[in-house]
């Protein structure tokens, strides 16, 4: 849990020191660039959880990403994947270019709010299988493995969902790993071989697609420990257990997060409406300071109606 708000320190500094994105990505990378591979590895297991009490889609949502996104790309090279890249662009383009000099693979970072209104995301808000061949098809020069999707594990569907399914098809080789998985093939030295290799067997693991009535979660997973893991099973399983209580602390650091940010609301806003002698000096406040609060955002749509074309 020492790096629990390394990531948002930085979305600190980058709000207050007026960084761009780019300045804020170079920095943490050339801090994580110094951590050793237990430190770093430590940072990367608890991952992929963004802070509740940023707005939603605000800047500092949008940099929290993008600094996940690093991490991934930082794993990426740790592994043996030295000419990875982080894409600038902002759409229609995978979130880290996972390659060296013969071989790529797309990936697509995850991160969500613990927050959220349902435990699991959406099959769309987690998965567009078509992007992954898109992705890859402007790498021409190269074997183009296939994707990897990076999900926070707490997120994970407790029975099989379309996404599992979709995580069997040889036609479009994707593989999901939690970000304890990629914690665990840094502590265990697995390196861009056997990612190489899983790839490329990819068929006979999943000759065909696996429904979702027939449980693919589970067949899936069964298969990663024992192609990806293989030789470390039970070191993987028992890692993944480690993992999952550090991810109940992660939520109850959150809850204590918002509890604190709740409180510290509630008593400035007590103080401030104790402060007034009068009832009309009170109202005052109310229509100057608290009212725009509750119409801002209708303020917002009103004035993009007025815009629209």
Same mark, same amino acid.
């Given at each position: ?67 996940i ?19 600038? &662009? /902002? %759409?229609?383009?995978e979130d880290? *270019? +996972?390659?060296?000099? #013969? =071989?790529?693979?797309?990936? @697509? ?8 209104? &349902? /435990? %699991?995301?959406?099959?769309?808000? *987690? +998965?567009?299988?078509? #992007? =992954?061949?898109?992705?890859? @098809? ?7 493995l ?65 429904n ?72 005052s ?10 119409t ?14």
């Open positions: 849990m020492k790096y629990i708000d390394l990531l948002e320190n930085y979305v600190d500094l980058s709000t207050s020191n007026l960084w761009t994105t780019p300045e804020t990505v170079d920095r943490l990378q050339k801090y994580l660039t110094s951590l050793s591979t237990k430190e770093f590895s430590s940072l990367i297991m608890i991952s992929g959880y963004i802070p509740d009490h940023y707005d939603h889609d605000s800047s500092e949502e949008t940099l929290y990403s993008k600094l996104e690093l991490l991934v790309y930082e794993w990426a090279k740790r592994i043996g994947f030295d000419l990875s890249e982080l894409p600038t &662009q /902002k %759409s229609s383009i880290i *270019t +996972i390659q060296d000099n #013969d =071989y790529v693979i797309v990936s @697509d970072a995850k991160s969500f709010r613990l927050g959220r209104s &349902q /435990k %699991s995301p959406n099959v769309k808000d *987690t +998965i567009k299988s078509g #992007d =992954y061949k898109k992705w890859l @098809d402007r790498y021409k020069s190269k074997h183009q296939g994707g990897i999707l990076t999900f926070p594990e707490m997120f994970e569907w407790v029975r099989s969902s379309d996404v599992h399914s979709y995580l069997t098809n040889k036609e479009n080789r994707i593989l999901l790993l939690y970000y304890s998985h990629l914690s665990a093939c840094l502590e265990l030295g697995i390196n861009k071989i056997k990612f190489i290799e899983y790839f490329q067997n990819f068929e006979s693991y999943f000759p065909r697609v696996i979702k009535d027939e449980d693919p979660k589970s067949i899936y997973f069964n298969n990663l420990y024992t192609t990806l893991f293989s030789g470390n099973e039970n070191e993987v399983k028992d890692f993944l257990i480690q993992s999952s209580m550090i991810n109940l602390k992660i939520k109850d650091y959150a809850l204590q997060r918002i509890e604190k940010i709740i409180k510290e609301r509630s008593d400035s806003l007590k103080s401030v409406v104790d402060s007034f002698d009068t009832l009309e000096g009170l109202k406040y109310v229509v100057q300071e608290i009212l725009p609060n509750h801002e955002e209708l303020i917002r749509i009103k004035n993009n109606i007025i815009k629209f074309r």
